[in-house]
């Protein structure tokens, strides 16, 4: 009756075998994505010879289906071609490496929901040759590593994998952040609800993520824009500059312990791309909550005016200093731009970030702000 239909829900029926389901899907040659969620379906004795009847499908959705990996890899010998998989929750535990006749078009993968607990476990997937998106949603992850790269370079597991979710897992330390650098390609992450990401102001944790994974878009749903990306960079320098130098570094660079490298693979390429922070005799930095400057705050479009000099606290916040310069320049109902002067010539930073404070920028003693209406 539907020769052309592309999509078919056959959730929580009365289907009890894939020779049933299969006698349905033979008669429609263009069916791509097929859901049978909440069946009971027992599994062939010899799946691969119902391969033809399967031939166009595309997506299987097959969650509270009650299988193991084991079982759904069976399963698949009767859609070898799949793209997107998903198989959540259904009680999988433990991964091991499908075989080279599986999977070889899989691009999305969602495992979320099952009792996962291990990242070794995980890491079986990691020859996958297109897998792109991995859900590991509300599973039982406590740690996230990969043992045989060293810090600073790309795992040869999962090399396409762009998109990460690990939403509700158990991750503890921020080194386990620090591994998902390794991953090549990985550009957009999901991690929040994972213990490591409430311990600091959610602004302070987004900051360490940026910084430590280079790549990263788009982070909990989130877009990473250049100017963030900036923004934490120069927050991490700043907060482990005294940490590097307990560890042996210097503001050259220098050769920190391995402790440190572990746990802060990029912080040395950030040290080079910012520079190291302002450091008192005995090389350890000044409390940012005492440290005052002197900064130039210029209006363009009051010329008559010179610039005004403010001597102010670094832990002054964007938005306080906005509410400054509004009794500095009065205009009543006029809204304002703050930035401040690169120290490239013509480049200007916008600072729009209003409950950070001065110390998440780049200013120093001598500083140049510009206010625009």
Not at 288 to 310: M, S
Not at 314 to 329: D, H, I, N, P, W
């Amino acid at each position: 009756l539907v020769p052309k239909l592309q999509s078919l829900v056959l959730t929580h029926t009365l289907l009890s075998s894939w020779e049933q389901v299969a006698q349905i899907t033979r008669q429609l040659p263009h069916l791509s994505a097929l859901h049978l969620s909440k069946n009971i379906l027992e599994i062939p004795k010899d799946p691969a010879a119902l391969r033809d009847s399967f031939r166009s499908i595309r997506q299987m959705v097959l969650r509270g289906v009650g299988y193991s990996w084991d079982q759904a890899l069976q399963c698949a010998e009767m859609w070898p071609w799949v793209e997107d998989l998903v198989l959540s929750p259904n009680g999988i535990s433990v991964l091991r490496q499908p075989p080279d006749t599986l999977f070889q078009q899989l691009e999305c993968l969602a495992l979320q929901d099952n009792p996962i607990s291990s990242w070794e476990t995980v890491c079986r997937l990691g020859h996958l040759p297109r897998l792109k998106s991995l859900s590991l949603a509300d599973c039982d992850l406590t740690s996230v590593s990969f043992p045989e790269t060293p810090p600073g370079q790309k795992t040869p597991l999962f090399v396409h994998l762009v998109t990460l979710n690990l939403h509700n897992n158990r991750l503890e330390e921020w080194v386990s952040i620090a591994e998902l650098n390794k991953l090549a390609s990985l550009e957009d992450l999901i991690v929040k609800g994972n213990p490591v990401t409430v311990r600091e102001k959610r602004h302070i944790t987004r900051c360490l993520i940026v910084s430590h994974l280079g790549k990263l878009q788009l982070l909990d749903r989130m877009a990473v824009t250049r100017d963030e990306r900036r923004e934490a960079g120069i927050f991490y320098v700043n907060r482990f500059f005294p940490l590097w130098v307990q560890c042996g570094g210097t503001a050259e660079g220098g050769t920190p312990s391995p402790e440190f490298v572990r746990e802060h693979p990029r912080f040395l390429s950030l040290l080079k791309t910012y520079g190291a922070p302002e450091t008192v005799p005995d090389g350890k930095m000044p409390s940012l909550n005492k440290k005052v400057i002197t900064i130039e705050i210029h209006a363009p479009q009051e010329p008559d005016r010179g610039p005004i000099r403010k001597r102010l606290p670094l832990s002054m916040s964007v938005e306080k200093l906005k509410a400054l310069v509004t009794q500095l320049f009065p205009r009543k109902g006029s809204r304002f731009c703050l930035s401040l002067a690169s120290h490239e010539e013509g480049k200007e930073s916008v600072l729009d970030k209003e409950r950070l404070d001065l110390s998440f920028y780049d200013i120093t003693d001598g500083s140049r702000i510009y206010v625009r209406w």
